[in-house]
């Protein structure tokens, strides 16, 4: 018996998959031998993160989609089934924390764009590939949260309000696309170090109290959040739905 997790001949779709989490999740399905389309809406990134990862045991193919236009959003999905197949693993990364201040300030137009990115392009992608996920009956869904969907964050509303959200789809979809051999889970990073969480790890004071208080003292990598999405979106977690992963050094125990 094997010990290490396969993802041979399945697709992936990881949004946001040029940098940041969202290529270390595709760079550990493409290891584990999952074809994987990387998206969001700079072409050369994904180009950059695609050359990267050439070589590994499965392809990796960059599309440029802005996950806020459905014109975009559905292209993006065509060109994915076109190049590779059909969708077996769809990973929901791509974020804006558009927002962040005193909730008094927030504006319609930054709840718009919170919606847009964070929640509605997760629901069309959704709708656009468990139709097919469920004809073949199987599938799984892994929808990137964060802590700050669990506990309210200092100046971030929005964001929280928007991550919150995801952890309910997630348990609704997982509900009712459960029967139909569809999971969905997702996974609730702490602070990990990549360009989002910027001014939290530059800013020294944040990270003297980080070091202070948090049982891991230190902030995670981006690695450390992928090898979770391999065991979600692989059939070692076949009985596992409806969950959210909290991978945050402890910051909420
Ligand atoms: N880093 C943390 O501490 C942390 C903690 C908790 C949760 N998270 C969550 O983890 C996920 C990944 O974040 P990250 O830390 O890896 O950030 P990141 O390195 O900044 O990556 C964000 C990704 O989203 C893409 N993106 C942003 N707007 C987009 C749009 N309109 N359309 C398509 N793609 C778009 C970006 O690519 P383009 O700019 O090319 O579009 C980029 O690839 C997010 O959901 C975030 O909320 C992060």
Wanted: charged share 20%; hydrophobic share 40%.
């Amino acid at each position: 018996m094997s010990t290490s997790i396969s993802l041979q001949g399945k697709v992936a779709l990881v949004t946001g998959g040029g940098r940041g989490i969202g290529k270390a999740i595709a760079q550990r399905f493409a290891e584990a031998g999952a074809d994987v389309v990387i998206a969001s809406r700079k072409l050369e990134n994904l180009e950059a993160a695609a050359s990267e990862l050439a070589g590994l045991p499965g392809r990796v193919l960059p599309i440029a989609c802005h996950v806020g236009r459905l014109d975009q959003v559905e292209h993006l999905v065509r060109e994915t089934e076109a190049q590779l197949g059909p969708i077996d693993i769809l990973v929901n990364n791509s974020a804006t924390n558009i927002g962040q201040g005193p909730s008094l300030n927030a504006t319609d137009e930054m709840l718009d764009k919170i919606v847009e990115i964070n929640i509605k392009a997760a629901l069309r992608l959704v709708r656009l590939t468990v139709p097919k996920m469920i004809e073949r009956g199987k599938g799984s869904i892994i929808n990137i949260s964060s802590v700050a969907g669990l506990e309210p964050q200092p100046q971030g509303l929005l964001y929280s309000f928007s991550k919150a959200g995801l952890i309910m789809m997630t348990r609704s979809w997982a509900r009712e696309f459960g029967p139909l051999g569809v999971r969905c889970n997702a996974i609730a990073p702490g602070l990990i170090k990549t360009d989002f969480s910027e001014y939290f790890w530059k800013n020294d004071e944040y990270r003297n109290h980080l070091e202070q208080t948090q049982p891991i003292p230190r902030f995670g990598q981006p690695a450390e959040i992928s090898q979770a999405a391999l065991y979600l979106a692989s059939d070692e977690a076949s009985f596992v739905t409806g969950q959210t992963f909290v991978i945050d050094g402890g910051m909420t125990a």
